[in-house]
């Protein structure tokens, strides 16, 4: 016992200013901007409809949103309908789509609010007309067809029904039938025979409901990796959600002729204190990790409930004065421990979680693969208690 205190080195430090972050997500609206200015032009016509929700990734839905728009998105996606009609309270008046509503969801606000929603089923159909005769005013749908993801959306069986049920609804004046739509289901997996058969049953879709005299504004089924990688499937207009934000879904080996995206937040915190490990010392919960030499390990006050995967666990790295070190242990509810080596760092050093990557700091694709998961995950699990910074 005596030995490991000799080596331990003092964790104090002089009181960081209160103008210094403990930790915080920078976001840069700027960045934001270009990556939909990108997108509108690598879609060559077709609308830019940006995709919001979750908190727009975790970016932050208005200023996303607004700065999205600023862009070039001519329409923006939420999943929610508290997501769009926190856009239309922010005055931002483009239009917004709301594709997820269980019965007994807000719907006549968001009709009086001019949010367009979406309708799978007949049944979602008559509670949408229900709503529009509450609110006085006219529902603009989208009809949902599941082309092949078993997701949500009409099955190719009951599209007739629904189709023929939004006709009769558009006559009588209740229904304004502006969409037709679905989603891809293996678009990050170019040439995966399944884009080619989603998007024959669409082509079947829209011809049956035109042919029924529905005149859609928009046609669309290309999420992000669609809209990078299918241009056959851009139709009336894009859908992309994390291609907004700067991840490319698609794998590198597959990007040919892929605009450049850049990722629009950076992740950081402050070491909170650092000391000397002797060789043979356990770390963290479980001490699934033993240190096999001496170090120095610092302490960052970020964890699970701040959206840093646990799954991480050992296996992410951060940026601390220039140089990548890595995750020791398991992550914790409030923070996680890095081997900083023979680094000079001292309490108040900030650590890059991840970022574009310009500096070499990791990127959120690089914890999405140190956690077996998605960059989406990783994004939008950035909690509320994470300060955003908007900058740009």
Known sequence: M?????????????????????????????????????????????????????????????????????????????????????????????????????????LEAAIRADVDLAAYTLEQLVELRRAADRAGRRVRVHLKIDTGMW?????????????AAARDAEREGSVDVVGIWS??????????????????VFREAVRLAESAGLRPEVRHIANSAATLSSP????????????????????????????LLRPAMTLSAAVVQTKRAPVGSGISYGHTHVTDHDTTLAVVPLGYADGIPRHASSRGDVLVRG????????????????DTGDLPVAPGDRVL????????????????????????????????????????
């Open 183 to 200: 989603h891809m289901a293996c678009a990050d997996d170019p040439g995966h025979p399944s884009i080619g058969e989603q998007l024959g």
């Open 323 to 338: 140089h990548r070190v890595p995750v020791l242990g398991r992550v914790c509810m409030d923070q996680f421990v890095v």
């Open 151 to 163: 997701r949500g959306g009409s099955t190719v069986t009951l599209w007739p029904q629904l189709v």
């Open 2 to 106: 005596t030995d490991q205190f000799v080596h331990e080195q003092p964790g104090t430090a002089e009181p960081a200013s209160p103008s210094v972050p403990q930790r915080e997500a920078i976001v840069d609206l700027a960045t934001l901007a270009e990556n939909a200015a990108t997108l509108a032009r690598h879609a060559r016509g077709a609308e830019l409809m940006a995709v919001v929700k979750a908190d727009a990734y975790g970016h932050g839905l208005v200023p996303a949103a607004r700065a999205l728009v600023a862009g070039g998105a001519s329409r923006l996606g939420t999943a929610v309908i508290e997501e769009a009609l926190e856009l239309r309270r922010a005055g931002i008046g483009v239009p917004v789509l709301a594709w997820l509503a269980a019965p007994g969801a807000p």
């Open 353 to 392: 979680v991840f970022g574009p990557g310009d500096t070499g700091e990791p990127t959120a694709q690089d914890w999405a693969d140190a956690a077996g998961t998605i960059p989406y995950e990783v994004l939008t699990r950035v909690a509320p208690r994470v300060p955003r910074r908007h900058i740009g």
């Open 232 to 259: 056959e499937s851009h139709w009336d207009m894009v859908r992309p959600g994390i291609a907004c934000y700067g991840v490319d879904p698609v794998p590198p080996q597959q990007r040919s002729g892929h605009p």
